[in-house]
Structures are given as structure tokens and as C-alpha cells.
């Protein structure tokens, strides 16, 4: 079936089961690799893409559901050889960044967090930049150099919209 | 001369890359034609297989179908002994094991004929755990089920021992551990013009491409190898990536189209190598202020059903068995068995995190029996300059144990809270402190470094602009650990040009020389340092003697046109093995750690919260502080997964909670931070003075964490991993809670 819904700023429409999962249909059907698979069961946030600006697994995600809703990937943050986000120009700073294959899903779940301490004026801590990342698994840093980049984009106050806000 | 680059916090070589998702992983890689591979495995750990049919009544047309019976030469993985099959042909020794391939280019219909293969087997009994291999009729290798058995001796311990003034016993266990590196194992396979082409998610290029040559019959030059950008490895993309390879190699020869090949999660949890588990029993003996006097250790680990790298993994276990103290009289005598489950393999730290949990343990319990703190024995007994090891090295400089011990206990204020928690056991959360003191040998064992003949070369030429640029061309990968940009720092840093003129040849066999794998934590010290004589090399060709100013340099390069310097290992003077016996210098140096760990155990509900981690370790130099720092986050956290989270639930022969939901790392929320000191106290034979540090995180929090939970629970753990259920349960042994 046609399902047509707000990719990264631009107005999309795919043909695709309705049950296909959208991490599929972003990197097969699109060719958005950018998004990873780390578990294919929601538990990694390998996959992590904002919906609505909300952090949502793509590989438990059927397609049907982002029928008229707004998806943003990492895709969106950033345009090659551009000017990166202030959370991904943290995250090069802090080295944040090791294997590299949480980084997407990290980098969506951090910028949802960094939207939220905006909307609320609230200030980051070490707890709520934890709690934050909870669904991202990372296997090689320990997590601190993320948080650090996290902490590190939230003191430069506003964050990086993505390019199409 | 002051270094400018190294030491510095220069921008990570690929991080633009991995920061906007550019970079490109396996399963990123699309190549025109390319279809899908798929494993079918055994469902039975052990079992004679009488036949591999294909179900008459299924549609197989566009599928591709692969047996033992296609394999060209010998049904064998070469590696240390070839013993494993690539595909089970007359025997099934462990559950998942490889059975059939099968390849199409549509997904869903290859998860569907997967189950449309027959297998007719008879069952075997089976060999499940260490105690049963010992013990079997049933035989899983050779006459006995082992693998490997080493000893080590030194002095006289049967003598010693019964004459100590306090004796001490004790056994210790530890379990499985998956790598879970996030990106599961994968691999594409192209033939064209009998050229096997691999792009893998791997470690070791050359490992891939010396296994392919010995099953295609193929020379040198006939089997290229790729390394993609991988997703994490820890050891379990080591030995591993061979056995993918030599599947896709095969479907994509019978199919004649590019074969990629992804595992999904689940098989990778159960198919793939793990760490070994291990049982250690310790029989220490010290005189009354708890010097060691004399030490018996027997070291049992479960090699799983193939031989893989098990040797070797148990020879870095025993020979870390006593760790960073001294003893003049010891014997360490270890064994890798054999049982009937998938076969374990390298994990960061190669045995060595095994050994040293016991040891630490067993120093822990010295103290106790002494009645001194576990601070005050490790100090008593750490190894200092001029100190003998088990296997009679003598440790001339840098035994930099009693340093880094020093530094931790300060960071952590060890003394005032171990005193504060003992015997407070009256609140609902219970606080604890544990600390844990370790060596990690760098670089491969005894002759390894020198057998290898690793090698590495720079190549200086002139950019367009005129301006000098090199090009390192070494094998080694980076897995994320920051190798790209550690031997850039090197490079530009031996030849006196900016870290931006400096890049690497692409991991490929074709195009770099075999610089050994990417493993035993001697990427920096070993290969780093090949880099920088290759460097030293190209200026002396260049007639300098150092490093000298750009201008210079485009000059003689103007002149002379590109230089290209090669370097192979020369073992440091005075490095002088017996593997036979197991005496001399097992590693060129050490590098030193002491982790200490703090924790609060909820007595209700036995769940266990960190409080607060210290490490300092001795990285010889720190080439790139925030790489160093984190290698060490990283494994101190993978350490305390193994301690506290992991647990690897192994029923009839095969994993039972194969999924990221039941098998649980830690996360964010989980961890406190990890507070880093480095520690440097250079080694001469490293670029700069570095030393290994990859693996030697993976060492101490282990201990650690279990000596804190024991005090903050007030039971003594001799295992890992410990689980809130595991708190509870032997709180319900001792009594110390009632069932309610």
C-alpha cells in the first residue's frame, strides 16, 4: 500500500506492506543506512529515529504507522561535507564515538533529549543524560564520552535544529 | 624533542564519518547481482548425521544449496589444529552447529526454506559442562577432552605450602560472557575471474585470507580481503570471521553472484564463540602478616566443542594467574577441555580476566584471615622492580604496581570507607567497597611477536601541493579502539609533518603488508612501533637523522621522489622464551592496574546500585588521552557486565536466553561514571613509550565489584556473574534472610 508521511522535511510516499517493519523500508526501500539494526527486538536503540519528535525503535516500527506523521533520521542532521549538529560536533570532541554503530541511534536519542531541555529550560544532569540514553546500548565507551557530548551540546545552548525545521 | 602530536586530543580519524552515519558497515554494502546467505544449523548438541536432504515437496528454484559435499579440499577450518568442520558432515559435536548454506536474493523466502532442510541424525550423549569433560566416557576430542595442558613451576610449593603458618583453599567460577559487539557478524563473498574477494565486519584481514587459500586451494594473490567498518569485535571478530567467510565464499562460488551473509542477533548469541568459563582452585599459603609464601593453582577452562584459540587462551590465563605479586614458590597447572557446546573463543583480556578474578579473590581472602584490609595485603605483596614472575622473568623497570595501586586508593578514599562499611549491616541498602590490583602482559606470548614477522610500511611522497604526505600501510583494523588515528599521531609525529598530511591504506590485503592481527593489545606497542621505525626509516633514506622542517623535507622528496620504508618485529634484546617449560620472559613488559569499586546492595529487593568506580592504569604512554581514557570507560564497563549483568544461561548444550532483552549488558543508567587516572611509565620498546592497554580494562572490575558486593552483603562471592537473585540466594544459605 502507498504510505505517505514526512521524511526528514520532505513529503514521502513508499509502497510497502503495511506491516513491513520501517527500519526496513528506511534502508531498503529508501537507502537511508545511516539508521542501524542491532537486535531486530526494540532492546539496543540501534535504530532509533525521532516520530513526531519522539525516540522510536524503527525495527519494531510497522510501516502503516508513520502514514501521515513526521520521521527524522540522522540522515536529517546533517548534509555531507555541511556543518554538523552542536550534539555531533560534541560527540567528535568528547570522542563519543568509538565502533561507531550506536552513534545514529544515539545521536537521534541525545537530540530528542537536548529538544526537551529547551522546551523546559531545564538543566542536564548526570542522571536525567543516563536516563536519557537508557534504550541506547553502547558496547564500546563505557558511556561517559557520550554523556560528556551530551552535557558538552547542552552548555551551548540551543540545539542544532535538523536542517529542515 | 617535545612531542606535538602525540599526547594530544587530535580529532578521531573517522569520527565525521561515524557521527553522521557516512560510514559503511556490512550490511550498509550493496554490490550489483548481490544475493543473500543463510545457515542452516544443527538442532542437537551432539549426534551422527545420517543424511542432509531437501524437502521434495518445497519450490527450491532460485535457491541455492550448499553441503560439506561441496566443500573443494578438506572439510577443515585452518587454524591451530583444523579440527573444526565447515560444514558437520559425519559428526555434530555442539548445538548450532553449521550443517547447510542457502542463498537467494529474497529474504523472505530464504527464512522460509530453512525449514525445509532435512537433517536425519542419531543422538549422542553429551558432554555439557568442565566437571562432566573431565570425568566423560564420551569423548568430544582426543583420549582425554583436552584441548591444552600447561604447568608452571617455580621453587619448591609442595615443600613450602604445608609448613605456612596460615593455609588457605578456596575455588572460583566464572561464566560465559557474549561479546555482544552491536553489530553482529558479517560478510560478503564475490568471485570473479577466480578471485575470491571478502568484505567482513573482522579483526584480522590476514587470518580470512590464509584460511580462504587453505579451502579454495588458492594462492596469494587469489584472495582479497576488505575490512569493513565494524561495529565492535572484542576478540569475538578475531578468530571468527573465517568461518563466515569460507560460507559465503562457498555459496557465492555455486551461486556465481556476490553472497552477503548477516546473522541475525539471536544466531549470533548462539552460534558464535564466547569467553571461557573457567573453574580455579587456589591453595595459598602465606606466614602471619600475610606475605605470600607459596601458591598452587589449578586452572580448568571450558574450550567449548572445537579446539579454536583455546591454547592460547589458557596460556595468557595461567600465565596472569598470580598476577601483579610476588611468590617464590609456585605452580600453576591449567587445562582446556572439551565439551558439547559451541565453541568458545577470544574475549578481550584471553583468559587472563579468569585467572586474576580467582587471584584477587584469594587475596582478598588473606587479608580477611590475616586481619589486615585488602588495601594493606596487596600492598604487602605487589610486585616491585627487580621482582621475579611465575615463569622467572625478571621485571627490571617499570613495575609500576605499587604506583597505580597508590593513586587509587587515594582517588577513592579506600581506607575511611572500608573501615566505615565493615560489619554495617543493619540498613536496607548496604554499602561496600571492593579493590582489585592486576598486570596484563602486552603483545602475543613468548615467541609469538617474533614468529609472526609482523610487518608495517610508510610511504613519503609529495601531495600536489607540493607539501610532504605519508601513507601508513599496515593490516592492523580499527574495531573502534581509535587505531587510524593513534598511527597517524605516530607517523606524523616520528616524521615531523602535521597529523593532516599523514592517512592510512585501506585494510586490505592487496594493498598492505601482514601486520599480524588486530589482538593481545598490540596494535599501539607493537605494529605502532613498526610504524614509527618505518618513519625513522624513510627520513634516514632521505639522508636526516630526525625529524626536520617541512621546507627540508618537500626539498629532499623533490629531489629523491617518494620513499617507501618497510619493518618487521625484531624481538627486544634479552627476550628469551622456553615454551616447553614455560620459563623466561612471557611478555616484553606489563602494563599495571587497580580498579576500585563501590557499591550499595538494597536488602530487600537484593538489587545492586554502583556508586562510584576509580581506575588507574599504567598505559606507558598515552598516545591519544581520549582513546586511552576510552579503552579504559569501555573495558572497565564490559568488566563490570561480566561481574554483575551478564549471565549467559547455557541449558543442553546451547544458549537459552539468546536475545538482548534476557542476556543483559549494562547501560547508561546502570553505570556510575568511571573516574580514569592514567598512569605513564614509559617502556623503551614502545612508539613513545607505549604499552599495550586494550585489553588490561577487562581485568579488575570484575574483582572489584564482587569484593564490594561481599562487603556490602556480608557474604563472601567466589563467583561471577552475581545477579540480584544470586545476592539473594546465598543470603538464604547462610541464613542471613528468611524465605518468606
Known amino acids: 500500500m502507498k504510505i505517505t508521511f514526512e521524511l526528514n522535511g520532505a513529503l514521502t510516499t513508499v509502497d510497502s506492506p503495511p506491516l513491513a517493519r520501517f527500519l526496513d523500508v528506511l534502508r531498503d526501500t529508501l537507502g537511508l543506512t545511516a539508521t542501524k539494526e542491532g537486535c531486530g527486538e526494540g532492546e539496543c536503540g540501534t535504530c532509533s529515529i525521532l516520530v513526531d519528535g519522539e525516540v522510536v525503535n524503527a525495527c519494531l516500527l510497522p510501516a502503516i504507522q508513520v502514514f501521515g506523521r513526521s520521521v527524522e533520521t540522522l540522515e536529517s542532521l546533517s548534509d555531507p561535507a555541511g556543518p554538523l549538529s552542536k550534539l555531533q560536533e560534541s560527540l567528535l570532541a568528547t570522542d563519543g564515538a568509538q565502533c561507531g554503530i550506536c552513534t545514529p541511534g544515539m545521536v537521534m536519542a541525545g537530540t530528542a533529549f537536548l529538544r526537551q531541555l529547551k522546551a523546559t529550560g531545564a538543566q542536564p544532569c548526570d542522571r536525567s543524560i543516563r536516563q536519557a540514553i537508557a534504550g541506547n546500548l553502547c558496547r564500546c565507551t563505557g558511556y561517559s564520552k557520550i554523556i560528556e557530548g551530551i552535557k558538552m551540546a547542552a552548555a551551548q545552548g540551543t540545539p542544532q535544529e535538523s536542517a529542515h525545521d | ?740
Open chain 2, 1 to 740: 624533542m617535545n612531542p606535538k602530536i602525540v599526547g594530544t586530543r587530535v580529532p578521531r580519524d573517522d569520527g565525521r564519518q561515524k557521527v553522521t552515519g557516512e560510514s559503511l558497515y556490512v550490511d550498509d554494502i550493496d554490490i550489483p547481482g548481490m544475493i543473500y546467505g543463510t545457515t542452516v544449523r544443527s538442532p542437537v548438541a551432539s549426534a551422527k548425521v545420517v543424511s542432509v536432504d531437501w524437502d521434495e515437496g518445497y519450490d527450491w528454484t532460485g535457491i541455492v544449496r550448499v553441503t560439506a559435499k561441496d566443500i573443494p579440499g578438506e572439510n577443515s577450518l585452518p587454524l591451530l589444529i583444523d579440527d573444526q568442520k565447515i560444514l558437520a558432515d559425519r559428526r555434530i559435536l555442539h548445538m548450532h552447529e553449521p550443517i547447510a548454506l542457502l542463498a537467494c536474493s529474497d529474504p523472505t523466502r530464504l527464512r522460509e526454506a530453512r525449514g525445509h532442510v532435512r537433517l536425519r541424525y542419531k543422538s549422542q550423549p553429551m558432554v555439557s559442562q568442565i566437571e562432566d569433560s573431565l570425568e566423560a566416557e564420551v569423548k568430544v576430542f582426543g583420549a582425554d577432552n583436552v584441548f591444552k595442558d600447561i604447568q608452571i613451576s617455580k621453587g619448591d610449593p609442595a615443600t613450602i605450602l604445608p609448613k605456612c603458618h596460615h593455609r588457605l583453599e578456596e575455588s572460583y567460577i566464572t561464566g560465559h560472557q557474549e561479546h555482544l559487539y552491536l553489530e553482529p557478524q558479517g560478510m560478503i563473498g564475490a568471485w570473479q575471474d577466480g578471485v575470491l574477494t571478502l568484505t567482513g565486519s573482522l579483526q584480522c584481514p590476514y587470518y580470512v585470507h590464509k584460511a580462504m587459500k587453505a579451502v579454495f586451494g588458492l594462492k596469494d594473490d587469489e584472495v582479497r580481503v576488505n575490512q569493513a567498518v565494524t561495529g565492535g569485535g572484542f576478540g569475538g571478530k578475531e578468530e571468527y570471521p573465517s568461518l563466515l567467510a569460507a560460507h559465503v565464499a562457498l555459496l557465492a562460488r555455486k551461486s556465481g553472484t556476490p553472497v552477503k551473509m548477516v546473522y541475525e542477533r539471536a544466531e549470533d548469541m548462539c552460534a558464535t564463540t564466547k569467553r571461557h568459563p573457567s573453574e580455579v582452585t587456589i591453595h595459598g599459603g602465606v606466614d602471619e602478616d600475610g606475605h605470600l609464601l607459596a601458591l598452587d593453582v589449578d586452572v580448568v577452562l571450558d574450550g567449548g566443542a572445537y579446539c579454536t584459540l583455546s591454547p592460547v587462551v589458557l596460556s595468557r590465563a595461567v600465565l596472569h594467574a598470580i598476577s601483579a605479586y610476588r611468590c617464590d614458590h609456585v605452580a600453576v597447572r591449567g587445562r582446556v577441555v572439551a565439551t558439547n557446546t559451541p565453541p568458545n573463543g577470544a574475549f578481550r583480556g584471553f583468559g587472563a580476566p579468569q585467572t586474576i578474578f580467582a587471584m584477587e579473590r584469594m587475596m582478598d581472602l588473606i587479608a580477611e584471615t590475616v586481619g589486615i584490609s585488602p588495601a594493606e595485603v596487596r600492598c604487602r605483596n605487589h610486585l616491585q622492580n627487580g621482582d621475579s614472575t611465575a615463569t622467572g622473568q625478571i621485571l627490571q623497570q617499570g613495575v609500576s604496581a605499587g604506583a597505580v595501586l597508590q593513586k587509587a586508593l587515594d582517588a577513592s578514599d579506600f581506607h575511611s570507607k572500608w573501615e566505615a562499611y565493615q560489619g554495617s549491616h543493619s540498613n536496607r541498602n548496604r554499602r561496600g567497597i571492593g579493590i582489585a590490583l592486576f598486570m596484563h602482559g602486552c603483545g602475543f606470548t613468548g615467541h609469538g611477536e617474533r614468529d609472526l614477522k609482523s610487518r608495517a610500511a610508510l610511504r613519503l611522497f609529495l601531495d600536489p601541493q607540493g607539501k610532504p604526505r605519508a601513507q601508513v600501510l599496515a593490516s592492523t583494523t580499527d574495531i573502534g579502539q581509535g587505531m587510524r588515528t593513534t598511527f597517524r599521531q605516530i607517523a606524523a609525529e616520528t616524521l615531523g609533518i602535521a597529523f593532516e598530511q599523514v592517512e592510512l591504506a585501506p585494510a586490505n590485503t592487496a594493498g598492505v603488508p601482514n601486520s599480524g592481527p588486530t589482538v593481545a593489545s598490540r596494535t599501539c606497542m607493537v605494529v605502532g612501533g613498526l610504524v614509527a621505525e618505518a618513519g625513522k626509516g624513510c627520513l634516514q633514506e632521505l639522508g636526516f637523522s630526525g625529524t626536520t622542517s617541512e621546507v627540508e623535507l618537500a626539498a629532499a622528496l623533490a629531489s629523491t621522489g617518494a620513499v617507501t620504508c618497510e619493518r618487521e618485529y625484531e624481538p627486544p634484546p634479552g627476550l628469551v622464551w622456553d615454551d616447553k617449560n614455560y620459563r623466561g620472559s612471557a611478555y616484553p613488559t606489563y602494563g599495571f592496574g587497580c580498579t576500585i569499586c563501590e557499591v550499595e546492595v538494597d536488602a530487600v529487593t537484593f538489587e545492586t546500585r554502583i556508586l562510584d568506580v576509580v581506575t588507574c592504569q599504567d598505559v606507558g604512554r598515552a598516545i591519544h588521552p581520549s582513546i586511552v581514557e576510552g579503552q579504559i570507560e569501555g573495558g572497565t564497563v564490559q568488566a563490570l557486565g561480566f561481574a554483575g549483568f551478564e549471565k549467559v544461561v547455557m541449558h543442553d548444550g546451547t544458549m537459552r536466553n539468546h536475545d538482548v532483552s534476557n542476556y543483559v549488558i549494562p547501560t547508561a543508567a546502570d553505570i556510575a561514571p568511571i573516574r580514569v587516572l592514567i598512569h605513564e611509565e614509559p617502556y623503551s620498546g614502545g612508539p613513545f613509550g607505549a604499552k599495550g592497554i586494550g585489553e588490561m580494562p577487562m581485568d579488575g572490575g570484575a574483582p572489584a565489584y564482587v569484593a564490594a558486593v561481599s562487603q556490602a552483603a556480608g557474604v563472601s562471592f567466589q563467583q561471577v556473574p552475581i545477579l540480584a537473585e544470586d545476592v539473594f540466594a546465598e543470603l538464604l544459605k547462610k541464613k542471613a534472610v528468611k524465605r518468606s
